[in-house]
């Protein structure tokens, strides 16, 4: 079967660990390396057994623990073509272990297929990821300004989907956030509001998906309650019984969460 696993993601941190039991490939290193190694071994698995490292964009908390993991394990990295150059600028010694591709492009990681689709964000050639083994799919988006067509086509027949439901729009309007911040927010470059979050989840749902995973929550900016009701009523206002059709979780706010099986 299939296992996802999220990796402190229920916070500020982006990692989570995707396999088929014989491939293991990690989507973002967004909390420190140490902290990666302690997560993959409390799941049995040693950080140089990881068959590669898929980065969605080069913002600081999706790989910030990228730079000691690959120097200790020179592990495959795998990045668009854009992000992979803005990473190559921080990390010097990353190009030998750099695999890169076009937002679109398909490829095999040991056991493991991964489908790319580009994602609207205010990086450059930012993606989210879908990945396939053992006849199931789980598909990973974050950092998401807006529903695109090649967003709703790259989730389209995943048995998980991992989301960000990241912003209530009424708390940034009235929240203590800088003038660009909330500006960014509000204009949706990069952070998928909580009713946008839940068009998106029941697109997947509609589609086939029967587990739905909200991660990148935090205090600051929202919280899991808030993001919960919000997609379980976009959910519900579609047909959705929620108790009944899908499985909906907000990713646990833990060093290792909870390993998700399709």
């Not at 790989?63 to 394990?73: E, N, P, V």
């Not at 998401?144 to 940034?172: I, S």
Request: proline letters at 4%; aromatic letters at 6%.
């Amino acid at each position: 079967m299939l296992q996802l696993c999220t990796l402190a993601s229920g916070s500020s941190g982006n990692s989570l660990l995707v396999s088929d039991g014989r491939t293991h490939v990690l989507i973002d290193a967004g909390i420190s390396a140490r902290r990666i190694t302690k997560s993959l071994r409390e799941l049995g698995i040693e950080p140089g057994e990881l068959a590669g490292v898929l980065i969605t964009h080069e913002h600081s908390d999706h790989i910030s623990g990228l730079t000691t993991l690959t120097k200790q394990f020179s592990l495959p990295v795998y990045a668009s073509r854009g992000t992979g150059m803005q990473l190559c600028y921080r990390i010097a010694f990353l190009e030998p272990c750099l695999r890169t591709f076009r937002p679109g492009e398909s490829f095999e990681v040991g056991e493991l297929g991964v489908e790319t689709f580009p994602t609207p964000h205010d990086t450059v050639e930012s993606v989210g990821y879908a990945v396939t083994g053992c006849g199931r799919k789980a598909a990973v988006v974050t950092d998401l300004g807006e529903v695109t067509e090649a967003v709703a086509a790259g989730v389209k027949g995943a048995h998980l989907l991992v989301a960000e439901a990241n912003h209530d729009v009424e708390w940034v309007k009235s929240g203590p956030y800088p003038y660009f911040l909330k500006s960014r927010i509000l204009g949706d470059h990069g952070h998928l509001s909580n009713e946008a979050g839940g068009a998106l989840a029941r697109s997947a749902v509609e589609q086939g998906a029967h587990t739905v995973v909200l991660a990148h929550l935090s205090a600051e900016n929202n919280t899991p309650a808030r993001a919960y009701g919000a997609v379980r009523t976009c959910l519900e206002l579609g047909g959705v019984d929620v108790e009944r059709d899908i499985q909906l979780e907000v990713a646990p706010r833990v060093e290792t969460g909870r390993r998700y099986t399709v």
